[in-house]
């Protein structure tokens, strides 16, 4: 299915020039976006930290799609039930096109639980937010198939086109893990994973340096500005930031969090505050959390522009982990604890373009966003960015250059800004899994 998913965060780039982007979008539980996922993702981000592309409904949409590839490993003993699980997953597939490009998300019910379908609605959503006009399924292959009962998996590895309203053209492809579950004598898809490997590529420095006040020593990444620090076992991390003012002039979105997990691992519990900005010029503001691979989800946390916001993520014993937001400037909180399964391998601190779906919204006009008392538990001891060596990360746009410029780390060891440049964002593929 055309899910959200991390994945290695290369840059895309068009496969024609795109004229000036003109995009949409709307606030949804990113997922990220996303999220949004979503971006805005947006998300989604999300959680997708926009114009509403017209929906084009054309045979084209057909014929890209792939026909159905030969099964390479199959494994039940009921070749019926084998049969009619890959052909939901295939009419699902078909439904998700029709419905994107009917903007008629009821196509996609009869093939998805409640649940499920629910989470499609979004991704669609989110999808329109990050000014995708059409997605198409072009290539699917068949890994592996089996039934158990009243349950069922499937493997498929799929290609994905979205193409987008400012004339960019992005391909996919990912390896789905499919859930079903018999419902009423009918298959039904009840979720879809789509495992990633790293999310961020370390040691890549921007082609393109913007004004500002640069980190001497960055990486680089599609959606992710900020610090990242690992090299031993983290338990908690920690971070104050203003929610930064978004300009309602260009539609967009962002995401401001902290971390456990996802540099190096495919793990990644994740806490903060996201605006999006529609095409009305409404910018909305939200807290969320998520946790990979699940999409992020909105909290009962109300932030807005210029709010202090602090937010905490602590491993408490085992799987469980408190994650606390607090809003200081409006004595607002939320707490709650969780059940995750951490590498406990990095911590983050990050300034997000949600993701939705394949691709990642544009990054709004959000100025300067500063963190402050940034610090991670690593190894038991508590520690400043400075302390654990952390390095920083500039987020670029497919032309390699910097659209939001991390700074070096204060003197204090654990104070730094992002600040957006004049730097064009555009929709690329890649990202971590945000639906705003």
Known sequence: MFEGDPTATTPMTPLAPPPPPVRKGSGIPAGRLVALGLLAFVLAAFSGRIDLGSLVSTAQSYVDRAAPAVQTNTSSNDTAAV????????????????????????????????????????????????????????????????????????????????????????????????????QAGAWKISADVQPTTQIITPGTAPSVTQPGTPASVTSSSSNWSGYAANGGTFTSVTATWTVPTVSATSSGADATWVGIG???????????????????????????????????????????????????????????????????????????????????????????????????????????????GASAVRDGKTMSLSALGAKAITMINGQGQAIAQTSTIASDGSSFTIARTDATSSPQTGGRRRRP
């Open 83 to 182: 049969a009619a699980v890959k052909d939901v997953v295939q009419r699902a597939n078909e439904a998700q096109v029709q419905a994107y490009a009917r903007s008629d998300p009821t196509l996609m019910r009869a093939t998805a639980t409640t649940s499920y379908y629910q989470e499609l609605v979004q991704t669609n959503q989110g999808l329109q937010s990050s000014g995708a006009q059409s997605i198409a399924l072009t290539k699917l292959e068949w890994v592996d198939v089996t039934v158990s009962g009243t349950t069922a998996n499937a493997v498929t590895n799929e290609t994905w086109r979205t193409t987008y309203t400012d004339g960019s053209v992005a391909d996919s492809t990912d390896r789905n893990e499919y859930t079903l579950v018999l």
């Open 262 to 372: 996802g540099l190096t691992s495919n793990d990644l519990l994740q806490a903060g505050t996201q605006a999006m900005v529609d095409g009305s010029g409404t910018v909305e503001y939200s807290s969320w959390i998520e946790m990979l691979p699940q999409s992020s989800r909105n909290i009962p946390l109300s932030v807005s522009a210029g709010d202090s916001v602090t937010v905490t993520i602590t491993q408490q014993s085992g799987n469980d982990w408190l994650i606390a937001m607090k809003n200081n400037t409006t004595n607002g909180s939320y707490s709650v604890t969780v059940q995750y399964s951490s590498s406990n391998s990095s911590a983050e601190w990050v300034q997000e373009a949600p993701s939705v779906g394949r691709g990642l919204i544009s990054l709004d006009q959000f100025g300067t966003v500063k963190f402050s």
